[in-house]
């Protein structure tokens, strides 16, 4: 009788035991990798669930036993990626520090807006149309330009770290604040718009960071003299704008009056047409001292331009240009 008192005081200790000793106990129900995605006020139970269900812990109640053990703990909702066995410990320390997934979005010098709402939608993380329903919005830069119809050119190019639940406010916010950063690392007094409008116009004429400064020149004489700056990338910016951009640039797209055409309007278009990056902020407010008012590309693919300081000049450029292009086109290979 005793002994069978014994094992009834033993038993329960013993399962007791094991229970808690199970959280110190590395487990991987999965293979490769898995991820598990952590609303918003779930509850600890319910995390369980999730948790055992991908394989991450063993049994569900083994994460309710770890928030019993610490109950002032604050659980970060948010994906989560596992791609070892771990114990229940480490994952329920884990989502106690938040250490959820993220997701490295890159966006390149020269990106508009709907370049990174394509990217974020790719990514799976938002519609491309939620991002540009934020991104039309200037109100998170409009005390630092009140001009601005609209985010573009103040998305910084970066790479930011996103949740899968970061709302496109989110994104954007996290975006300014860079463009914010960087701008009051330049120590000036420009105006903010003006001086972005330019940097963008000349992140999209060139790639080549020696050639900024001299492409700025070429804007800026054209904008003293009164000439219209004649910008490509604005012409396809106001296709773009008005949804009829065909990947090519037609002789419509350039008569075409959308204001940001600057081929049919004189001076700056009315905002950004895309996101610079540092070389081209500094570029546009620190142009080359030349008299340039022309370039256009060469002709040997190096992305490298002639610049003239006259028509006739720029029109033996173009020319050039033109037979360096058809030669190109003989020289390729049939099919």
């Not at 991908?54 to 948010?78: D, E, N, S």
């Not at 989560?80 to 890159?106: E, I, K």
């Not at 060469?298 to 292009?325: E, I, N, T």
Request: proline share 7%; net charge positive; with cysteine.
């Amino acid at each position: 009788m005793r002994v069978a008192k014994s094992l009834l005081v033993l038993i329960p200790g013993a399962v007791a035991a094991l229970a808690l000793g199970s959280l110190w106990w590395p487990y991987s129900g999965f293979a490769g990798e898995t991820f598990v995605d952590i609303p918003a006020r779930t509850s600890s139970w319910e995390i369980g669930r999730l948790l055992a269900q991908a394989g991450v812990i063993r049994w569900r109640w083994q994460f309710w036993l770890a928030r019993a053990l610490q109950p002032g703990a604050k659980l970060h909702y948010g994906e989560y990626r596992f791609h070892a066995s771990a114990s229940t410990w480490v994952v329920f320390n884990r989502l106690a520090r938040g250490d959820v997934f993220y997701y490295a979005l890159t966006v390149p010098e020269g990106a508009n807006m709907f370049d990174v709402a394509a990217a974020v939608e790719q990514f799976g993380l938002m519609r491309a149309d939620e991002f540009l329903r934020e991104a039309r919005d200037p109100s998170l830069i409009r005390d630092l330009a009140p001009r601005a119809p609209s985010l573009e050119g103040y998305l910084f190019p970066d790479t930011y770290r996103v949740t899968r639940h970061a709302s496109a406010r989110d994104l954007c916010r996290q975006m300014t604040r860079r463009f914010r950063q960087v701008w009051a690392s330049l120590q000036t007094n420009a105006d903010v718009h003006e001086t972005v409008t330019l940097a963008s116009l000349i992140e999209k004429e060139t790639a080549l960071p020696h050639e900024r400064p001299l492409v700025a020149s070429v804007f800026r004489n054209r904008l003293r003299l009164g000439m219209p700056l004649e910008c490509d990338p604005t012409a396809i910016y106001a296709a773009l704008l008005e949804e009829r951009y065909r990947g090519v640039l037609y002789r419509s797209d350039l008569e075409s009056k959308q204001r940001y055409n600057t081929y049919q309007h004189a001076g700056l278009p009315p905002g950004p047409i895309a996101n610079p990056g540092l070389d081209a902020l500094e570029a546009a407010l620190r142009p080359a001292p030349t008299d340039y008012l022309y370039f256009v590309a060469l002709p040997d693919g190096s992305g490298a331009h002639q610049f003239s300081r006259d028509l006739a000049s720029h029109q033996r450029a173009v020319a050039r240009y033109r037979r360096g292009q058809k030669a190109n086109q003989r020289a390729k290979p049939p099919g």
